[in-house]
């Protein structure tokens, strides 16, 4: 999204286009990070159902991996995730800065 | 038809409601503003006017029935005083903010503490950075002919910004004099059709408002809202000149009462302003170059206009109904110097701090005065007025 100047903005900071939140990347909010583990994956979406920010992605009524765009790291998913062996496990974020930066 | 009818300042401004006929007024009584509201309530009652009369349980819940009502297209007006523009100022910047084209009486009244109910101009003070475009009434007919400007003046479509009508606790909220009100049909199509910067009630483009905004926008919200003040003088000049045309009374953003040949100017604001005419005509009586600038437009202020009228005066004593703790001045003559900023040859400017709580300033104060500084050819950078030392 590039930034606009403060000419071409609505009238007292309205948002016209409902549901563009999508467009807003929140996931640098994060401080852990959680990584998907698919073999111990049992696919119940327990994850999916307590995810506060949609962050989980599913294809085919399987959980495939996280939104990084907007997952914000609160880790509700690993502490709900039922498995014997968890599939969800939260790292420092800073273990991935390196990527980050890159990125 | 015209009429002139004696009316308290509070009951010009409840006409004026009546004339401009809003779809949503918000009322929560408070002294010295209350009967404004009860004359409104009674417009309602006998069906006088077709308004949803909302009473609310605080001045915060006011302004933020204000600011739903307006953001779903609605006329809007409201009217408060002292602690209740106080208890609702984290609404009022949200109301500029978002553009909405609401008019409130603010009826001056002091701040507590201590606690006290009569006129002065600390409460409007408060409302100087929020963003509203704020009047000042020297007397009930201006503040009738301020607020049905306001109407006119707030949902203008270049401007849509909120409008603050200030006039005087008691002095004039309570007082009773001539006032000419408007044939409603005139009022009518004077204030025209209502118009609003958007409607949440429009299904068809729903939006969203008051959203987050953080580092990476909300610098250039503001510097858009800030244009919007910027285009203001421009609206309320138009709009005071068309209400001249129609009823002889313009105003103009500051009113000049023997200034041209004056060496001492009086500036004031309220109705304060119309005491000191008094005391000028006595003092020109005498042959005393004085003279009154009565500033009616505080925000945005006329700083250009009052250089242009005072820069070649020799004295200045600027009549402050409020204080500024820890500034220099009252917040009067803290705009006053800074229109002066850069003259050659500046005027003296005096500040006098005066009429706090309700205390009576006369107009042989104000010529005792007058006479002080011209004959000992100084005046006071902080003074009082009747105040016991």
Known sequence: ?103 | MREIVSLTGNDAVAYAFKHAKPDVVVAFPITPQTELMHKFAEFVADGEVDTELVLVESEHSAMSAAVGAASAGARVATATSSQGFALMWEIVYIAAALRLPIVMALINRALSAPINIHGDHSDAMGGRDTGWIQLFSENSQQAYDNAIQAFKIASHQELFLPVIVNLDGFILSHTAEPVELLDENEAESFIGPHRSPYSLLDFKSPITIGPLDLQDYYFEHKRAELEAMHRAPKIIEMVGKEYGKLTGREYGFIEKYFVDDAELVFVSLGSTSGTAKFAVDRLREKGLPVGVLNIRVFRPFPYNEIRETLKECQYIAVLDRAISFGAENGPLCLEIKSALYGVERPPSVGNYIYGLGGRDITYFQIEELAERIIKSKTVDKYGFIGLRE
């Open chain 1, 1 to 103: 999204m590039s930034e606009k100047s403060w000419k071409e903005l609505a009238i007292g900071g309205i948002i016209t286009e409902a549901g563009n939140s999508e467009k807003y990347i929140v996931g640098g909010w994060r401080t852990f990070r959680p990584i998907f583990i698919p073999e111990n994956c049992i696919h119940c979406l327990f994850c999916w159902i307590y995810c506060p920010d949609s962050a989980i992605m599913v294809k085919g009524g399987k959980m495939v991996g996280f939104d990084y765009d907007h997952c914000k790291g609160c880790g509700i998913c690993a502490y709900e995730c039922p498995a014997k062996k968890k599939a969800i496990e939260m790292k420092f974020e800073e273990e991935f800065a390196k990527e980050v930066c890159e990125k």
